[in-house]
């Protein structure tokens, strides 16, 4: 999948990048990065309105995401709610970046020649 | 292969929701422009208590609806933006109230001030063409008096500056909520 593809006559091709990052590759867990690399932060009830996730699905999605270091979170208490915020960090923003260029890629390979 | 592509790209307008967030909360710029209206219509007051009461209730709507978002810009250019677009209209007000050119002046800053604001505005999500309505409404209402359609003054610039807002505003949070999805229960 990886090897470098050689053109007729036009020396060998950039390398195709095409091995997906499991973390990033889940559909809600693409969203939630894709999201937070667009912001600079947001509230735990935005990520929930804009993905259309449940309190639980989002909170164990998040914790995955900063256990592998591709989100931040900010806990704090306004009076007596809890607030929870996140942001995205250096290596999420380079995985959800790196991730949409492989599906990029990989839409031109699908694409029908001529 | 195809719901893929159509999911990605629904994510991706999402995405491009949430960086334009602040901006398509366009309830607030209702308020603002009802509070425009009224102030041309004769009831400056009410005007002023529709804009800052409805906007101070309408931004905890928001909040309390959406959650927060910070966007990627920063606080400062935008709020120069803003002063910027409110003294152009000060301008525009002044000068139409001494009936000082044949056109009126605020309408025609104030569209000005949109084309820009949708420059920095909806960087993201782009504009309608209800946004271009909006424009076009105060480009022809700078004229107004040119076709003896409205008597040279203020009032109708501020009439027709109302009214695009909550054009604007209108559409804006419909984009939005549009975008946004109804959050399950666990």
Redesign the interface.
């Known amino acids: 999948m990886t090897e470098p593809a050689v053109g007729p006559g036009s020396g060998p091709e950039p390398r195709l990048d095409l091995e997906v990052d499991r973390l990033v590759h889940e559909?809600a867990r693409?969203?939630i990065l894709?999201?937070l690399?667009?912001?600079?932060?947001?509230?735990?009830?935005?990520?929930?309105?804009?993905?259309?996730?449940?309190?639980?699905?989002l909170s164990s999605h998040l914790s995955r995401l900063e256990a592998g270091g591709l989100v931040e979170i900010t806990k704090k208490f306004v009076g007596k709610k809890p607030q929870t915020t996140a942001s995205i960090s250096e290596a999420g923003a380079a995985a959800v970046e790196r991730y949409w260029r492989q599906?990029d890629q990989l839409?031109e390979l699908?694409r029908p020649v001529g | 292969m195809t719901n893929h592509v159509k999911e990605h790209d629904d994510l991706r307008r999402t995405a491009a929701v949430a960086a334009d967030y602040t901006q398509l909360q366009g309830l607030i710029n209702v308020t603002t422009g009802a509070g425009l209206i009224l102030w041309a219509l004769g009831w400056p007051s009410w005007g002023a208590w529709v804009t800052g009461i409805g906007g101070a209730v309408l931004v905890a709507y928001y909040r309390r609806h959406f959650g927060r978002a910070v966007g990627r810009t920063t606080l400062l250019p935008t709020l120069g933006a803003v002063g910027a677009a409110f003294v152009c209209c000060a301008a525009g007000y002044v000068i139409d109230s001494h009936a000082w050119v044949p056109v009126l002046t605020l309408p025609l800053l104030a569209a000005a001030c949109f084309v820009v604001g949708y420059r920095i505005g909806y960087r993201h999500v782009g504009v309608t063409s209800a946004h271009w309505v909006a424009v076009a409404l105060l480009v022809l209402s700078s004229v107004a008096p040119l076709l003896g359609l409205a008597a040279p003054g203020p009032r109708v610039g501020l009439l027709a500056l109302g009214v695009a807002m909550v054009i604007v505003g209108v559409v804006d949070h419909l984009r939005l909520v549009a975008t946004m999805k109804p959050v399950p229960r666990d």
């Open positions: 559909p693409l969203g894709t999201v690399s667009s912001v600079r932060s947001a509230e735990f009830l935005f990520l929930q309105s804009a993905l259309g996730l449940s309190k639980g699905n599906l839409r699908g």
